[in-house]
Antibody
Framework: EVQLVESGGGLVQPGGSLRLSCAAS????????MYWVRQAPGEGLVWVSR????????NYADSVKGRFTISRDNAKNTLYLQMNSLRAEDTAVYYC??????????????WGQGTLVTVSS | DIQMTQSPSSLSASVGDRVTITCRAS??????LAWYQQKPGKVPKLLIY???TLQSGVPSRFSGSGSGTDFTLTISSLQPEDVATYYC?????????FGGGTKVEIK
């Protein structure tokens, strides 16, 4: 069974940093692109970032480019999102997700439960 | 970047009604279009991909159509358990932009 478990969320002051983790199990983690999607309270889904299977290629939403860094450790089956220079508008539940196939162009068939990040003074 | 526009933003329909939600891409995306259902307090669930392919386990009352820039999600007979917000997403390339969502309620 595919499982994705996020951790690392919490309360952080504006300008601060946080690193999210997503522990994956139940599939060959090193074969799949992985994704981060966020959802502000009461708002819609927003695509944040993706990383290819070996970590050599990454993409970001314009709203986080230069502030967030996605990475992965295939030996530990773990996906990361390093978030720096955090702003109030980054407050959201952050979901880790996996595609339905190993291709880069794939819909998101598996989602974690999410971890809440709150940016506030 | 390609923008995804959904309409309506919300709707209210009776049990058994046919419900249609539309999603428009600002540029052609072939059939790289997915639909997700998110029930209140729950994680998003993939319903349809490749514009019209039903994900395993999804009831057959859900269907999708379209190609290029215009897409449709149809619920043929609305059920109480379909109360949710529905999102389209383009996945042809990064960023995988989502539509703004359509909240479906029972009248």
């Amino acid at each position: 069974e595919v499982q994705l478990v996020e951790s690392g969320g919490g309360l952080v002051q504006p300008g601060g940093s946080l690193r999210l983790s997503c522990a994956a199990s139940g599939f060959s983690f090193s074969s799949y692109w992985m994704y981060w999607v966020r959802q502000a309270p009461g708002e819609g889904l927003v695509w944040v970032s993706r990383i290819n299977s070996d970590g050599s290629s990454t993409n970001y939403a314009d709203s986080v480019k230069g502030r967030f860094t996605i990475s992965r450790d295939n030996a530990k089956n773990t996906l990361y999102l390093q978030m720096n220079s955090l702003r109030a508008e980054d407050t959201a539940v952050y979901y880790c997700a996996r595609g339905v196939s190993v291709a880069g162009t794939t819909p998101l068939g598996y989602w974690g439960q999410g971890t809440l990040v709150t940016v506030s003074s | 970047d390609i923008q995804m526009t959904q309409s309506p933003s919300s709707l209210s329909a009776s049990v058994g009604d046919r419900v249609t939600i539309t999603c428009r891409a600002s540029q052609g995306i072939s059939n790289y279009l997915a639909w997700y259902q998110q029930k209140p307090g729950k994680v998003p669930k993939l319903l349809i991909y490749a514009a019209s392919t039903l994900q395993s386990g999804v009831p057959s009352r859900f269907s999708g159509s379209g190609s290029g820039t215009d897409f449709t999600l149809t619920i043929s007979s609305l059920q109480p358990e379909d109360v949710a917000t529905y999102y389209c997403q383009k996945y042809s390339s990064a960023p995988g932009t989502f539509g703004g969502g359509t909240k479906v309620e029972i009248k």
